[in-house]
């Protein structure tokens, strides 16, 4: 991955500053870029929250430098006519489709965000290598900067899901042995039994068990087979330290 | 898509909750209830700006009603212990899989934000169906309450990205053919043709052209080839004519 800057063009209110470098945090980007932004006081910090550090080392810049520090300028707009007649704003990419596009770039990205009222003008968005929008409802599609930062930097994170371990497909087998088992317990039909067995496979199997899960259900078979008869309980505890 | 409705437990502050009836309108959402939540006063419409229609028709109502209203009930949570012993918090879905788990669902789908300080309590996250949770960065995982639902929004938005037409393989061949006859007007040599038109397939391929971009290149090349030879632009313009 590349690494990502967020340049802020000319803000103009110090809250939207505050937020933005805090939801930048959020999904760990931390290199924020300002372009005659306006006063950073109280109510930037405020909003930036324990985000704080983001906004005291934020550098503030010419949008020249930015272009000349950047290998990818990447400028984001409105949501803008369908028309293929601004070859200017044309084509755009949606911000799952940015990622693709620079996750191989070994190089600094830097994510154009223009001004709130204003957005990039046509002279920023003309030296662009890529023109980024996020699609928005045309009943009210101007986003406040932040959460605009917010979507992209979302999505860009590359911070995949926290692991938890689900169980492994020898866990489940034994699951289902141990379900088998107790269908012939509670008399279960064998001519049944292929159709039971591949019902339950389908609902446990669609559900991604996690260790715990599969667990708890030996558990609770476990605890149905000691009320039918006290001296099974033991016997599948040996076979569960077995496994 | 089912109706989905975004509900807030016992926000604190209000300017999160104008925040949130904003960048909800921003994905096409309407339907906001609020639990037992603090004063909508001047603050909060700022906020909301020209999705004040959205704070105006919010409902209030009990977490009881919520759950008698809702088909699925989905509860957000911030990241949490990895462990796998939280099992009530577990397992948890990103916002790209809530998308695809509700897609097919005929009714409504309530998904629940809890108080900026405290999230959803223990008993409010027994009663969800499903968990989710936005994955955030270690370092900074406390994500504010609009930024959340912003990011909630734009996954179950379904809003795809506006339609620009691409040339169709027939243009782009048209548009190789062109640059072909173009190296032999410009005496390119014949055993590097092969090479030369794959380097340039591969370049205008991968860009993804569209129709105006591929007829912005024919301009170009027929611009060149009146230049060397001014009698070729007509015999071209007839040839595009017959295309």
Redesign the interface.
Known sequence: MPHVRIVLVEPIYEGNIG?SA??M????FTDLVLINPCKIGNEAYARA???DDVLTHATTCSFHDVITSSHILIGTTG?IS?S??H?MR?????PG?IRTMIEDIEGTVSILFGRENWGLNNEEIRQCDIIC?????S??????L??AI??IC?EL?G????????ATREEMDHLYHHINEYLDLIGHPSFKRIMTMTLIRRILGRS?L????AS?LHGLLRRSEWHIDPNLEKFNRTNDRLI
């Open positions: 937020f805090r939801v945090k959020n999904f760990g929250s324990h985000a949501e369908k293929v007649c070859s044309m084509p755009y990419f949606v489709e929008t996020i699609p928005t409802s009943k009210y599609p101007i986003i406040n932040s959460h917010g979507i979302y994170a911070i995949c899901r926290g692991e938890y371990p689900l991604k996690t260790i715990r899960e708890t």
